[in-house]
């Protein structure tokens, strides 16, 4: 009769064995004699072991091997039970690895216990295994998520049910500026500004009711004062008996999206008010072409020309976000299709001009353009054009904007032209668009062309290329 069956007589459930009951336990039991002898072991000791020992023949442990935590090989002698029955004392959850046929290795705790007779002698012992394997992938799954959370670019706080912060990463230190010594312990509203506390009270009732808060935009509070555009989620943390204990906050910074969104809405008013700007260029320019030409294939031409001088203009600004571009960008934009860099020559300071500058100056350099190309200096081999510009200060601060289109070495000019659309471009049009005065001169060997404006007019502003 083996201990299990012995144990049957004042141990067992009426009218079933204990050796029955052990079966049907979920944990790893197993028994041996006073020699380490195998007697018994239950269903969920071989499924630990990965095979059944021989009982009355093996010794110790069912484990087919066994390893030290380290790794290193342990011989059965050193195991747990065997320890417990060479010096005569229990064991209290000793640790090990059984390394089952297949390969496949398994964490548990022993936890053997001596059986004595009644005179006190030890006759034997019975061993409870405790299978690690769950527990371990816990305590691995636990790291991994400990590890996201601090890695995370997103500020990941923890609150209790009170409202007071129990944890606190990297990137919440990032965010707000507070090191996890000042921020755990203290109340999450140290976070919210005045005017948003009442979204504390509407979270913390959600929560209180297992809810998730879904993700949404709000503004938090600095440790410096500042406050910060957020995407916040709320979501409950249970215990392992399901009650909800506290809850656990993602901030994620979205100053830079709300931004970007700003700049675009901003670019987009830009952009429509300079669409709206060019259709009135159009429809000035050919209102002016169809009183000065007398043919439809003429006129057609003329307004191709034209159109296609704005959309190098506006080229200029798309490619600069709609900043503006400077006077040479402008100059040789309106330029290329006309003249080899030589025959033309630019002095002036570095100057942005605005976007409406942009398009009307651009009008203006085209006429200038396409007249010489002509009738001008270049459509003469030894012609040349310079322009120049500067700024002319003024006590008042005032300054004027001065541009001369000066034209050298020309054909013979025998008498002014005719004011076509490029005279009341360049004397009326662009002038007044930019609220200054142009002045036309026709010279025997070429035309000057001399722009003044007030600089405000004309130069883009400081504070808006510094925000983009």
């Not at 935590?69 to 342990?74: P, T």
Request: proline share 5%.
């Amino acid at each position: 009769m083996n201990f299990v069956e012995q144990a049957d007589v004042g141990l067992g459930v009426p009218g079933i064995p204990t050796a029955d009951l052990m079966q049907a336990l979920p944990v790893a039991i197993y028994t041996v004699d006073g020699q380490g002898r195998i007697t018994f072991f239950n269903e969920a000791a071989a499924e630990l072991w990965g095979h059944r020992p021989v009982i009355g023949r093996d010794l110790w442990c069912g484990s087919w091997k066994l390893r030290h935590l380290d790794g290193r090989d342990m011989a059965h002698g050193e195991c747990p039970m065997a320890v417990a029955l060479r010096e005569g004392r229990d064991v209290s959850w000793d640790q090990a690895i059984a390394e089952r046929p297949d390969g496949e290795l398994v964490p548990f705790r022993a936890h053997p216990r001596l059986l004595r007779d009644e005179a006190g002698n030890v006759v034997g012992a019975i061993n409870t295994l405790l299978d690690l394997r769950t527990q371990t992938l816990g305590d691995e799954a636990r790291m991994r998520l400990a590890a996201i959370v601090e890695s995370s670019m997103d500020a990941i706080v923890s609150k209790d049910m009170n409202g007071i912060i129990t944890s606190w990463n990297d990137a919440a230190e990032r965010l707000f500026g507070y090191t996890p010594a000042e921020a755990i312990g203290r109340p999450v509203t140290m976070l919210i500004p005045p005017d948003r506390l009442d979204e504390e009270v509407s979270i913390i009732s959600r929560i209180r009711a297992g809810e998730r808060v879904p993700s949404y935009e709000t503004m938090r509070l600095r440790k410096d004062g500042t406050l910060v555009s957020v995407s916040l989620t709320v979501s409950p943390i249970r215990d392992t008996i399901g009650r909800v204990v506290g809850a656990s906050k993602i901030a994620r910074d979205i100053s830079s999206h709300k931004e970007n969104e700003r700049r675009i809405r901003l670019l987009m008013r830009e952009v429509n008010h300079r669409v709206k700007n060019q259709y009135s260029v159009i429809i000035s320019m050919i209102r002016e072409t169809s009183k000065l030409t007398s043919t439809p294939e003429a006129f057609l031409g003329q307004v191709r020309e034209r159109i296609a001088a704005l959309s190098e203009s506006h080229d200029l600004l798309v490619n600069a976000e709609w900043r503006g571009a400077t006077v040479g960008e402008l100059i040789h934009a309106q330029l290329k299709a006309f003249a080899a860099q030589p025959r033309v020559s630019m002095a002036g300071p570095m100057l942005i001009l605005q976007p409406n500058a942009v398009q009307y100056l651009g009008i203006a350099f085209h006429e200038l353009a396409t007249n010489s190309a002509k009738h001008g200096a270049l459509s003469c081999s030894g012609g040349r054009v310079e322009i120049d510009w500067n700024v002319i200060p003024a006590g008042d601060g005032a300054d004027t904007f001065r541009l001369v289109w000066r034209e050298l070495d020309g054909p013979i000019l025998d008498a002014v032209r005719s004011r076509g659309f490029g005279v009341v471009v360049l004397e009326r049009v662009a002038p007044q668009a930019l609220s200054g005065s142009g002045r036309l001169e026709f010279h025997a060997r070429g035309v000057t062309w001399t722009l003044e404006a007030p600089l405000h007019f004309v130069q883009a502003s400081v504070a808006d290329n510094a925000a983009d």
